[in-house]
């Protein structure tokens, strides 16, 4: 089944991100221009069991979508099964396959990139999951290989199509890198000519300028964004205008971005329902926000204590009042140059 936002513009994607891309940021994405939406993966074994703690994962509202729930496993009837029952439960516009994560709790399962080192399993499993769905369309997340010695993406990419596969995400390193190094944009791009369903490319995707020179030179047909959204959520919207204009919208301001890290806060702890472990939790939430501020590493300090709304208030008002002080200062050098360089 094709997907209908590829004919409608250049999607951009949030990456699926454990820990990270729970309903609360995915939602925030949203707003800032983010296209299709992915759950954090989901094991599909918890599913199969009826896993109370698993199901929470699938949790979503209907403004986020399109939404897809990503499912993890390497049993092809247990994943079927599983993707049946997400589907009777939340109708999601589709499901992800994960066939990517490197993460050794996953592939030592025999889940996730696991799976690029048994291409009859992989098959097997999209084959049965594409069968038990259908007509809800079925996508699949790879990495170009387990290692820089067996690369094969174009090969598992074939594979996915003849399963039913409706688009790929490419993320370009191998399982040996985790996420280091960088990321390979030729063989993202060989994928895409090699296929005829739609390739979304995914990996050190930092600006708009850098999904316009994928998009034009590697010839994918969306992008997939993850660590830079963590830092940067308001990225899409940047992203979107440049595609559209050839101009860069300016970052929030440091009051606006602020803002959005209060909300952020203020919205965990309603769905905690629980302040300081909701905070807790948040502390490496804040961490990746503060990269994008100018005392991004004092802030990192602060962030790594704290437990209230309250503290994390305080933190927001010192740096703005801080930062204030700082451009008036240089305002008063700025405009006493010119005198200096007369006298």
């Not at 925030?28 to 983010?34: D, I, M, R, S």
């Not at 069968?131 to 010695?149: C, F, Q, S, Y």
């Not at 990321?183 to 994928?191: H, K, R």
């Not at 995914?202 to 999904?211: F, K, P």
Request: aromatic share 8%; with cysteine; proline share 4%.
């Amino acid at each position: 089944m094709l997907l209908p936002w590829f004919f409608e513009q250049f999607p951009l994607y949030l990456a699926p991100m454990a820990g990270v891309s729970d309903k609360i940021f995915r939602q925030l994405c949203k707003e800032y221009g983010a296209d299709v939406l992915t759950t954090e993966f989901v094991s599909a074994e918890g599913i199969f069991r009826r896993n109370a703690r698993t199901r929470e994962y699938l949790d979503f509202d209907e403004i986020e979508r399109p939404i897809g729930v990503q499912l993890f496993g390497a049993d092809a009837k247990h994943m079927a099964e599983a993707a049946r029952q997400v589907v009777d439960w939340v109708r999601p516009d589709f499901i992800d396959l994960n066939f990517g994560c490197p993460v050794n709790k996953v592939v030592s399962r025999n889940g996730g990139s696991a799976l690029l080192k048994d291409c009859s399993t992989l098959a097997s499993v999209a084959t049965a999951v594409v069968r038990a769905i259908a007509p809800v369309p079925v996508t699949a997340k790879i990495r170009i290989g387990w290692d820089a010695n067996s690369i094969n993406a174009t090969r598992v990419a074939r594979l996915l199509v003849d399963a039913g596969i409706a688009a790929i995400t490419v993320h370009g390193r191998t399982r040996a890198q985790g996420y280091a190094g960088a990321a390979d944009w030729d063989i993202i791009g060989e994928v895409a000519a090699a296929v005829p369903i739609p390739v979304i490319g995914n990996g050190d995707l930092s600006s708009a300028a850098d999904v316009a020179k994928r998009r034009r030179e590697n010839g994918v047909a969306g992008t997939m964004i993850g660590r830079a959204a963590m830092r940067a959520p308001w990225i899409f919207n940047q992203i979107k205008e440049y595609l559209a204009s050839g101009q860069m919208v300016d970052a929030p301001s440091l009051s606006e971005k602020w803002n959005l890290v209060l909300r952020h806060c203020q919205l965990a702890v309603r769905e905690w329902g629980a302040e300081e472990p909701a905070i807790r939790a948040m502390r490496a939430r804040l961490m990746a926000y503060s990269w994008t501020m100018p005392n991004g590493k004092r802030l990192r300090e602060h962030f790594a204590h704290v437990s209230t709304l309250a503290e994390v208030k305080a933190i927001a008002a010192e740096d703005i009042l801080n930062q204030e002080s700082t451009n008036m200062e240089q305002e008063k050098v700025k405009n006493a140059i010119p005198v200096l360089l007369l006298s």
